[in-house]
């Protein structure tokens, strides 16, 4: 693996899962009230949860 991706990969990821749905959202016809209800919203939450427990688990190491 290439050593400036140690330990990023995981942020990486998350960056990903946040972009996919903002684009996804953008891209459908829904408002603000549909978005809250979507499965967005729930990817924005694991994708903030991932990041949030890898930040954890490098601030113990």
Request: net charge positive; glycine share 12%.
């Amino acid at each position: 693996m290439i050593a400036w991706l140690k330990g990023k990969k995981t942020y990486i990821v998350a960056g990903l899962m946040v972009v996919v749905a903002l684009i996804q959202t953008i891209t459908g016809e829904m408002g603000i009230a549909q978005f809250f209800m979507s499965e967005h919203v729930t990817t924005l939450i694991e994708a903030a949860g991932l990041g949030t427990l890898r930040a954890g688990i490098a601030k113990n190491s």
